[in-house]
């Protein structure tokens, strides 16, 4: 469960992949669901999402790697 208070507290990892899930929350869900992932992801790991989820990231600070058709985000 994403929004389990237990997971964010878990040591961060150098991939995370969640790929076309957030688009079917709202968006309060979405934006909790992003900080857990944020919190789930090292300062220089990756994050992996949907092409429809890119948009949503900016708003906590995350940014595209730049590599076209990656979807890769930090």
């Known amino acids: 469960n994403l929004l389990d208070p ?3 507290s878990q040591v961060p990892y150098d991939i995370v992949f969640c790929r076309n899930l957030v688009i079917y929350f ?3 869900t ?6 857990v992932l ?7 790991g990756l994050l992996f999402i949907g092409p429809a989820e890119g948009n ?5 600070g995350m940014r595209s790697i730049g590599i076209a058709q990656s979807f890769a985000y930090r």
Do not use: Y
Not at 30 to 35: C, H, L, N, P, Y
């Open 38 to 44: 944020k919190q789930l992801t090292r300062e220089d």
């Open 56 to 60: 949503l990231l900016a708003g906590i």
């Open 30 to 35: 979405q934006q909790r669901v992003f900080q």
């Open 6 to 8: 237990k997971l964010a």
């Open 26 to 28: 709202d968006r309060p």
